[in-house]
């Protein structure tokens, strides 16, 4: 079974511009997590998912961030616009539900120069 | 403010020797669970603690809830090379915060032949 697929796995842009950032979680997962990883502050929750509807955004670190979940098999976080630093490498996750294990993606890198 | 601190930051050691990784918090959890990472790839779940004074253990690795579940240790006996990695702890949330994650800066560690 393929495991959670992220896209871009690198992803270089300008201030200013915007990002858009893909997850397609492990079918038949109902929850779905972004997190953010720093040097600085580790890995952060940014915003989860269950069953398609967001359920804690307390992460979100400001409104030029955005993320939707238009179904069971796909989700996008989008900044825009972007920020130097926002350069982090980002993180997808799913769980069958929102207390099950957590299978990570293998991340996406974004550079904002 | 971080609600997990991990120590030591980073740990190398020669082949065979053994080490520990603490994690402490203020906070309660419901559960404590240990993660490790490779460069390039999401972190991949090693063991979840959920009883105060629980110890599991997984081949040479053995891994420690604290009584008042705010702490955890994980203890490497002859470390080999291939244990090289990011060591994350991630505690659970609790009542309005269950479900939620929340992970250490984490120990890298380096196991050379």
């Known amino acids: 079974d393929a495991g959670v697929i992220q896209s871009p796995r690198h992803e270089v842009t300008e201030m200013g511009q915007e990002v858009t950032l893909r997850c397609k979680p492990i079918?038949?997962?109902?929850?779905l997590f972004w997190y953010r990883q720093t040097m600085m502050r580790g890995l952060e929750l940014l915003i989860y998912?269950?069953?398609?509807?967001?359920?804690?955004d307390s992460g979100m670190p400001e409104d030029r961030f955005s993320a939707k979940m238009p179904n069971a098999s796909f989700s996008t976080l989008k900044i825009q616009p972007s920020e130097p630093r926002d350069s982090a490498v980002y993180f997808c996750?799913?769980?069958?539900?929102?207390?099950?294990?957590?299978?990570f993606g293998p991340g996406t890198r974004l550079t904002v120069l | 403010t971080q609600l997990l601190e991990q120590s030591p930051q980073f740990l190398s050691i020669q082949e065979g020797e053994n080490l520990t990784v603490y994690c402490n918090s203020s906070?309660?959890?419901?559960?404590l669970q240990w993660y490790r990472q490779e460069p390039g790839e999401g972190p991949v779940l090693l063991v979840t603690?959920?009883?105060?004074?629980e110890v599991k253990k997984l081949k040479r690795l053995t891994f420690q809830f604290g009584d008042a579940r705010k702490d955890s240790s994980l203890h490497i006996t002859a470390a080999q090379p291939g244990d090289t990695g990011l060591y994350l702890c991630?505690?659970?949330?609790?009542?309005?915060?269950?479900?939620?994650?929340?992970f250490g800066r984490g120990t890298q560690l380096t196991v050379w032949p």
């Open positions: 996750a799913s769980s069958r539900n929102r207390w099950a294990e957590q299978f």
């Open positions: 603690v959920v009883t105060g004074g």
């Open positions: 906070s309660v959890f419901s559960s």
């Open positions: 991630a505690g659970g949330g609790r009542g309005s915060t269950l479900g939620r994650l929340y």
């Open positions: 998912f269950n069953n398609n509807v967001p359920i804690d």
């Open positions: 079918s038949g997962h109902n929850s």
